[in-house]
């Protein structure tokens, strides 16, 4: 269980006195309409792309010493990417594609496809990528004692935010909310998760049980955590060795 008790138990704002509005419901609308801004401006920045295990390919390519920029990009580009950019981000675009094509036919991972119910099971692929994410940055601290993931994520948007001119607008965009609204420190939040998950459904309409997917998460928590740390570490070895 992750710290804080039940799965899904999110706080609700406590009722005042009948027909009083205090400073209390004062906060409490502009609590809302900042979750709600928060909301729309991550919908707004969500990419075209089916996939938003940003943290997860970040880390591994640090690992293997292969672009950042490349790996992070690698959803935005269709197709070969060498008449556009130069050898290293090529390589780092090719890593990315290579790492999904191996998260997805790694056995643990199509098991865990299977936990979804009928309704969901369709887009478990996309809602399992951001569920690896949360619990790489959940046990961060396990996998990498030596580099707090602040750390980490500070090296990244170092390597990567000087060199934005020349990619898609899209991607640019979502740039400047990865880093400034703390994406991947705030994957380790399962409420965080769910509106990941929500944004991503109200953006595409043929993605809308994405939204329903995260009681599914809840439900096989444990199980999930569980298929992580069974493949993950490998990964993390195969990246070092850079046989990913």
Not at 88 to 115: E, F, K, N, Y
Not at 178 to 183: A, G, K
Not at 212 to 224: A, M, P, Q, V
Request: contains cysteine.
């Amino acid at each position: 269980m992750p710290p804080g008790g039940k799965l899904g138990a999110f706080p609700r704002a406590a009722a005042g006195p009948s027909g009083v509005r205090g400073s209390q419901d004062g906060r409490d609308h502009a609590a809302r309409r900042r979750a709600s801004a928060q909301t729309l401006a991550l919908r707004c920045a969500l990419p075209y792309t089916q996939r938003m295990n940003f943290l997860a390919h970040l880390h591994l390519a640090a690992l293997a010493d292969s672009s950042l920029l490349g790996n992070l990009l690698a959803d935005f580009v269709r197709g070969d990417p060498k008449p556009y950019y130069n050898a290293d981000v090529c390589a780092g675009i090719r890593m990315h594609r290579r790492v999904d094509s191996m998260t997805d036919s790694l056995p643990q991972v199509r098991a865990a496809r299977a936990w979804f119910g009928d309704d969901y099971r369709r887009v478990a692929p996309i809602t399992l990528d951001i569920v690896w994410d949360h619990f790489l940055a959940r046990h961060w601290s396990t996998l990498e004692p030596q580099r707090p993931l602040p750390d980490f994520i500070a090296h990244a948007s170092a390597a990567i935010l000087p060199h934005l001119e020349g990619t898609p607008p899209r991607f640019r965009t979502m740039n400047q909310h990865l880093w400034q609204e703390r994406w991947l420190q705030r994957y380790a939040e399962l409420p965080f998760i769910a509106r990941v998950l929500s944004g991503m459904a109200q953006r595409r309409p043929r993605l809308a049980a994405l939204s329903g997917s995260f009681s599914d998460i809840e439900r096989h928590y444990d199980r999930l955590e569980a298929q992580f740390w069974h493949f993950y570490p490998q990964m993390m070895r195969q990246a070092y060795a850079k046989a990913l």
